[in-house]
């Protein structure tokens, strides 16, 4: 079993930046595939971005491609997001997940078999 711990929500106005980690802790083998969603208040889980260990691929949703930033340092366990240029509409509880295997649907929360607690992610107007 994995254990995922998000750190570095909080409160930026519009336009601001924001770093997210996430550490892995145990079972790491499951973290083959880590990402980051999302839900805001109301909606449903969104996918914003995954890291995929083989390739060191990424993958972005729409919203956020050229935004956001997802990286991985294998050495501490961690994933980060980096997000820049906030918008409003990024507000959201932003959750880390990971993935023993590639998703048959990256952007399906049911693909991801870990999840963390998430942090919560204010952009103000």
């Known amino acids: 079993q994995v254990q995922l711990v998000e750190s570095g929500g909080g409160l930026v106005q519009a336009g601001g930046s924001l770093r997210l980690s996430c550490a892995a802790s145990?079972?790491?083998?499951?973290?083959?595939?880590m990402g980051w969603f999302r839900q805001a208040p109301g909606k449903e889980r969104e996918f914003v971005a995954a890291?995929?260990?083989?390739?060191?691929?990424?993958y972005y949703a729409d919203s956020v491609k050229g935004r956001f930033t997802i990286s991985r340092n294998y050495a501490k366990n961690t994933v980060y997001l980096q997000m820049n240029s906030l918008k409003p509409e990024d507000t959201a509880v932003y959750f880390c997940?990971?993935?023993?295997?590639?998703?048959?649907?990256?952007?399906?929360?049911?693909?991801?078999?870990?999840w963390g607690q998430g942090t919560q992610v204010t952009v103000s107007s």
């Open positions: 145990g079972d790491t083998f499951t973290t083959y595939v």
């Open positions: 997940a990971g993935a023993s295997q590639f998703p048959a649907t990256l952007s399906s929360p049911s693909d991801f078999g870990s």
């Open positions: 890291h995929r260990w083989s390739g060191n691929s990424t």
